[in-house]
């Protein structure tokens, strides 16, 4: 899978791949060069969705209800 098709994956999808391609190398059936492959296609699919991880966190918000009854929104720590 060349990184042009990682880069486009959703979160649920290249999680699903890297969970194929873990399976697949625990298998041990793989010859070392094609296992090398996948790990590096493994390594890139953990990067992306690390990243996704990291942008979704950006975006969450906590409310709080302050002494007033006004509801404020802060950024997540």
Same mark, same amino acid.
């Given at each position: 899978?060349?990184? /042009? /098709?990682?880069?486009? $994956?959703?979160? @649920?999808?290249? $999680?699903?791949? *890297? @969970?194929? !391609? %873990? /399976? %697949? $190398? @625990?298998?041990? !059936? %793989?010859? *070392?060069? @094609?296992? *090398? /492959? $996948?790990?590096?296609?493994g390594v890139a699919l953990v990067k992306l969705c690390n990243g996704k991880l990291d942008e979704a966190e950006q975006k969450v918000k906590i409310l709080r209800k302050t002494a007033d009854g006004e509801i404020t929104e802060e950024d997540m720590e």
């Open positions: 899978m060349a990184n /042009k /098709k990682i880069d486009g $994956l959703s979160f @649920e999808d290249a $999680l699903k791949r *890297l @969970e194929e !391609t %873990v /399976k %697949v $190398l @625990e298998s041990g !059936t %793989v010859p *070392l060069e @094609e296992s *090398l /492959k $996948l790990f590096e296609e």
